[in-house]
């Protein structure tokens, strides 16, 4: 493999031509041909502002070393047959898991972004005496998925999972027992000495965000605030099209934000729109929680109690776009959930119908749009991030047009 395995992180503002910056000018071309699938070498140099000989030379490079392939020669166009290229997806391989507040999935993704192999089940909460072992299990058979030459190209595992888990779990029926052998625990450090693989954490709503980011269409919002709703709220924020992760990686949690319910209390966006308010709502109205993923839910045998939840969970999250758009100048709001698409489209239809009776003094209110990925967006996020952190660029910013 060439030196872009042992890529420093770097973030080129566009491929730059000084010496010492070799790397930088990989990440840039990879970062093309990957949001650009079948992209010349003529556009390469337009849009990395790279000569087209330095361009030249890292292609070459680049499809020596097996990471990206050429395309079938296109013709009949003006100038010089235009040579396409693509990623070689199977050139690198990432494993991402997501242990959630109800259920955990694992996924292994190519360097393509093409998922391979999916694992996931469900409990009522995530028990440390057993949920540790069950990963590791899950990881060693997704390793043995692939051939023996292809085992040394999987950068790692990226582990997605809630902050607090120790503060919280409680509020899912766990013991003190459960609380206990939660706190303090290295989330990582533990599943890295399970599977002998490297492992790195994310927050949960961090790698959502940074999924369905990826998963939008071209040009690329260069703001946006993500909103999660499943157990409780994940949440994420892209600034100039870079992850918003904060000291600790676990920034932007808009679910903690304070808002105003329909009842005038203070309250959390949490404890308004998450699939556990949904269940507060139904247990005070003496109606059984139905068992199982709220994606198998019959919702519309729950009335009038799900019209009431997307009303105040769009009022809630509403104000959350709002009040973080006076704060970083946000574009754009996407809005996602665990349930049904027809569930997740009335919420979003409510988040703007509330957003637009909702005043503004000098920010723009944000356009709202439904999300790509539902639940399954922490666990391919926790993929996508060692990938892009290893070969490529971290924002694209300068690469839209």
Known sequence: MSAIRTLHEFKPPRGVQKF????????????????TPGISGAELARKSGLGPQ??????????????????????????????????????????GCEIGWRTCQVQLLDMAGQQLEEHHWEY????????????????????????????????GVGIASPSGIARNIDLLGAGEADVKLWTDVDIAARLEA???????????????????????????PANLAYFLVSTFIGAGIVAQSTLWEGPTGNSANLGSM???????????????????????????????IPPGNPLGWDWESLEPQTSEWIEDAGQSIAKAVVNTAAVIELSFAVIDGVMPRPIVERLVESVRRHGRELPTLTAERPEVAIGHLGGAAPARGAALLPLYRRFFARDWEQFSE
């Open 54 to 95: 330095t361009v030249s030379r890292i292609l070459g490079e680049l499809e020596k070393a097996g990471f990206i392939k050429r395309g079938e020669v296109r013709r009949g166009m003006r100038g010089q047959p235009a040579t396409p290229y693509f990623i070689e997806a199977r050139s690198a391989f990432a494993i």
């Open 124 to 155: 009522p909460y995530p028990d440390a005496r057993t949920v540790f072992d069950e990963v590791a299990s899950v990881i060693r058979l997704l390793v043995a998925t692939l051939s023996p030459e292809e085992r040394p190209r999987l950068v």
């Open 20 to 35: 010492g910056v070799r790397l930088a000018n990989e990440r840039a071309i990879m970062t093309l041909i990957a949001t």
């Open 258 to 288: 304070i808002i105003t319910d329909r009842f005038g209390q203070n309250n959390f966006v949490h404890l308004t729109a998450s699939i556990t308010a949904f269940e507060t709502k139904l247990f005070a109205a003496g109606i059984p």
């Open 194 to 220: 399970m599977s002998g693989l490297t492992t790195i954490p994310f927050n949960d709503g961090n790698a959502a965000c940074w999924a369905e980011l990826l998963a939008l269409p071209q040009p690329r």
